[in-house]
Nanobody, 117 residues
Framework: QVQFVESGGGLVQPGGSLRLSCVVSGNIFSISAMAWYRQAPGKQRELVADILRDFSTNYADSVKGRFTISRDNAKNTVYLQMNSLKPEDTAVYYC???????????WGQGTQVTVSS
């Protein structure tokens, strides 16, 4: 079973930055697509960004130019650098793994990001 350790969330003022990290156990990280999703109160969970095995990336329009997803396969870690944060970025952010060989999909426990003055 895959285990996740997410970190980096917190309270930040508008315009500030945070970097989220997600460490994944096991030996399937490098062959998996990774993503960050978020869920705000009363809203559906939405894709923020993903990064495939070939390091290609995709972003939601709302975060393009402000957020950067990256991965370090040697550390089994995916990152989300978030700059120019806005109050509407406030949400619980979840790490997601998709092993495209086995079909396994799994979620991290989530980390709270609050953007407020």
């Amino acid at each position: 079973q895959v285990q996740f350790v997410e970190s980096g969330g917190g309270l930040v003022q508008p315009g500030g930055s945070l970097r989220l990290s997600c460490v994944v156990s096991g030996n399937i990280f490098s062959i998996s697509a990774m993503a960050w999703y978020r869920q705000a109160p009363g809203k559906q969970r939405e894709l923020v960004a993903d990064i495939l095995r070939d390091f290609s990336t995709n972003y939601a329009d709302s975060v393009k130019g402000r957020f950067t997803i990256s991965r370090d396969n040697a550390k089994n870690t995916v990152y989300l650098q978030m700059n120019s944060l806005k109050p509407e970025d406030t949400a619980v952010y979840y790490c997601h793994l998709h092993n495209t060989y086995s079909g396994l999909r799994d979620w991290g426990q989530g980390t709270q990001v609050t953007v407020s003055s």
